[in-house]
């Protein structure tokens, strides 16, 4: 086992001194490191004697009683201060509170070089890396029996804190749920502690910090594969587990959440073929039922969620968020959207919660296969409702109006009525009139910044739009034509995905 604090004190060649704090004494001493920096115990990982010679002390009793705390709370086993260098007058309530806490502080002689402390304290280590060594082979040993199911995964963590004799829990860091559906939910007093500021709970670009929660040590680690992923370690006895093994512990986890969400990609992969295949018609109502029950989707009361995001990235995780919360879906990315499939009872708040700050969601009526597109027309309708009106979420029939039309089929037959000759000639004579329309509304009708964008002479860009108006019968000089074209243009591309 590790050096305790009083066998290295009574070492008689270092000639140590304990000033305070000697029922700290057998605290376990994993490592001695040398620092000068300010915030001493940012650089603790658990179980260090923390040497300086003295720049890291402050001069006022409060900010040497603050020190003495912040290094129990990240779990310093001890803290030695060169004589004679640069430390300040050791207050009277500094040495009151190292007592009280107790956190052992040790006066090192001058000149004694601090590197024959550490020599010590790593001479006697010498077990306990051969300790440590088995118990990482035991840690990884558990990966591979854990095997690629997502169904493995508690017995992979409860395996875990048997090894490390602690609770262990995996968590999101924004919102503090567990990171996969089966996972244990934090403790109340931790989950109480840290609602209010879940995002917060450990401190920016750093990933192993010890906390003291409520009179109890508690680790956070970054899992390394994963953003956002948090390990909590709550130890069930003295001494802590081992910082190196519990990095590797988080390894092994970050491992086995990459199996896990390789797995879930080849179900959203299918079901994004599926989705495909149904919204063009491939399959009958009975295949769609089966493939939707495969999803653990409803097939007589479901609804189309349709998203966006300026960027598209914002996308990417969706589904995986979704599973995560125990939400059953089906999921079709296309044309920079994602379609989803789920549940009519799932709560718009928690599909909000599921996707990126920055996405957009409409969503259809309730819906059964057989009017599988016409409710992926509904969620396109009211995500173009939704983004119109600056609104995170819109449900179909039930926001705000879009462009003063109240549903698909209105907006449908605008199209129809303005834009169906263009599509009629250009199913015919293969054109590029649409193409020129837009180009030529979203450029302020310039002639040649569209010829420009186009890569057309300004000649053909006029001829164009001049077909435009003989095929519609509308005067393309006059603003209320151009306002209805614009309107149908718009209709149609959130349309038609």
Not at 21 to 31: E, L
Not at 162 to 167: R, S
Not at 327 to 337: D, E, F, G, I, M
Not at 365 to 381: D, P
Request: aromatic fraction near 6%.
């Amino acid at each position: 086992m590790a050096i305790t604090v009083a066998e290295l004190v009574a070492e008689p060649q270092l000639g140590l001194t304990l000033l305070a704090g000697a029922d700290g004494t057998n605290n376990r001493i994993t490592w001695a490191h040398t620092s000068d920096l300010p915030r001493l115990w940012e650089w603790v990982t658990g179980g260090e004697l923390m040497m300086t010679n003295g720049l890291s002390i402050p001069a006022d009793a409060a900010g040497q009683v603050a020190l003495a705390e912040a290094l129990v709370d990240s779990g310093a086993s001890a803290l030695a201060i060169g004589e004679k260098m640069h430390a300040p007058p050791l207050r009277a309530e500094f040495i009151e509170a190292c007592n009280k806490l107790p956190l052992p502080l040790i006066s090192i002689p001058y000149p004694l070089p601090f590197i024959a402390i550490a020599r010590s304290v790593a001479e006697s280590s010498l077990l306990e890396e051969s300790r440590r060594l088995r118990q990482t082979a035991r840690v990884y040993d558990l990966l591979r029996t854990a095997g690629a199911s997502e169904d493995h995964w508690q017995s992979l963590v409860l395996r875990l804190a048997t090894e490390l004799d602690a609770e262990l829990f995996v968590v999101d860091r924004r919102c503090l749920h567990s990171w996969h559906p089966d996972g244990k939910p934090l403790p109340g007093f931790l989950a109480e502690e840290w609602s209010p500021h879940p995002g917060q709970v450990s401190v920016a670009g750093k990933n192993f910090q010890w906390h003291r929660v409520r009179g109890r040590h508690v680790l956070t680690m970054d899992i390394p594969t994963h953003a956002n992923a948090l390990m909590v370690v709550l130890p069930l006895s003295e001494p802590h587990p081992d910082a190196v093994v519990l990095l590797h512990a988080a390894t092994v986890v970050g491992l086995q959440l990459a199996r896990v969400v390789l797995s879930l990609e080849g179900r959203h992969r299918l079901a994004g073929e599926f989705l495909l295949q149904a919204l063009d018609g491939r399959l009958g109502s009975a295949e769609m039922e089966r493939r939707l029950a495969a999803f653990e989707v409803p097939a007589q009361d479901f609804v189309v969620a349709s998203l966006s995001a300026d960027d598209g990235d914002g996308l990417a995780n969706v589904h995986i968020e979704l599973w995560r919360h125990g939400v059953s879906a089906a999921s079709l990315r296309r044309n920079n959207r994602l379609h989803v499939v789920v549940a009519a009872d799932v709560a718009d708040d928690l599909l909000m919660h599921c996707a990126s700050p920055e996405t957009t969601m409409g969503i259809s009526s309730a819906a059964t296969v057989a009017g599988l597109h016409h409710a992926l027309q509904e969620s396109l309708w009211a995500l173009g409702s939704a983004r119109a009106n600056k609104l995170r979420l819109a449900r179909y029939a039930e926001g705000p109006s879009w462009l003063g039309l109240t549903g698909v089929e209105e907006g449908a037959a605008l199209v129809r009525r303005l834009l169906g000759p263009i599509f009629d000639y250009e199913q015919s004579q293969d054109g590029d009139l649409m193409v020129t329309l837009k180009a030529y509304l979203d450029l302020q009708r310039s002639w040649q910044k569209t010829a420009a964008a186009l890569f057309t002479h300004r000649q053909t860009i006029i001829y164009r739009i001049r077909k435009v108006g003989d095929l519609t019968g509308l005067d393309m000089s006059e603003t209320s034509t151009l306002a209805q074209l614009w309107l149908a243009l718009q209709i149609h591309e959130a349309m038609h995905s």
